[in-house]
T-cell receptor, first 114, second 113 residues
Framework: NAGVTQTPKFQVLKTGQSMTLQCAQDMNHEYMSWYRQDPGMGLRLIHYSVGAGITDQGEVPNGYNVSRSTTEDFPLRLLSAAPSQTSVYFC?????????????FGPGTRLTVT | AQSVTQPDIHITVSEGASLELRCNYSYGATPYLFWYVQSPGQGLQLLLKYFSGDTLVQGIKGFEAEFKRSQSSFNLRKPSVHWSDAAEYFCAVGARGFNKFYFGSGTKLNVKP
């Protein structure tokens, strides 16, 4: 079991460039989420998905797109990167049922937008 | 709206001393409650969680937390801190049935030798 994997680990973008952060999990979890972590602000929810084909917005969705075509993958797309999107991005997954209702986090992607 | 407050941004304790990290939440019903730990440059690791039942929950690495409904709190405790406990700690609230989680801003723990 690899758990939750994220690629790349580090990325530098210029303002206006686009890119996709990859997230995959091999635990057959229905729920997947994307968070950004900024100093002094904890983790803020960007988008989440409750299953293949179903996504919804979190607290800070502007500037980001997601899709969920399979249970395993949940990519996050930055359409036109801005310096305000410099952050560490975490993907997480969970089963969302009973005592298994907890999130497993990937190792993160550190993104810098210049 | 749901929210989580961790009032202490930084805490320094001596090795071997006891520790209490505070967490207050705002939620309309009984939430799911979690504590996570993050070492520098790492992802988040679950320390413990509360869903229902006994309000004192035990976690990994010798940590425990107590849910107090009347105070809307879920404070994390450890009787004797080790140097390896130096990290950032996050409290989180999960909305029952919605699988949405809200995190506090974190408390950085420094351990003095």
């Amino acid at each position: 079991n690899a758990g939750v994997t994220q690629t790349p680990k580090f990325q530098v973008l210029k303002t206006g460039q686009s890119m996709t952060l990859q997230c995959a999990q091999d635990m057959n979890h229905e729920y997947m989420s994307w968070y950004r972590q900024d100093p002094g602000m904890g983790l803020r929810l960007i988008h989440y998905s409750v299953g293949a084909g179903i996504t919804d917005q979190g607290e800070v969705p502007n500037g980001y797109n997601v899709s969920r075509s399979t249970t395993e993958d949940f990519p996050l797309r930055l359409l036109s990167a801005a310096p305000s999107q410099t952050s560490v991005y975490f993907c997480a997954s969970s089963t969302g049922t009973g005592s298994a209702y907890e999130q497993y986090f990937g190792p993160g992607t550190r993104l810098t937008v210049t | 709206a749901q929210s989580v407050t961790q009032p202490d941004i930084h805490i320094t304790v001596s090795e071997g001393a006891s520790l209490e990290l505070r967490c207050n939440y705002s939620y309309g019903a009984t939430p799911y409650l979690f504590w996570y730990v993050q070492s520098p440059g790492q992802g988040l690791q679950l320390l413990l969680k509360y869903f229902s039942g006994d309000t004192l929950v035990q976690g990994i690495k010798g940590f425990e937390a107590e849910f107090k409904r009347s105070q809307s709190s879920f404070n994390l405790r450890k009787p004797s801190v080790h140097w390896s406990d130096a990290a950032e700690y996050f409290c989180a609230v999960g909305a029952r049935g919605f699988n949405k989680f809200y995190f506090g801003s974190g408390t950085k723990l420094n351990v003095k030798p």
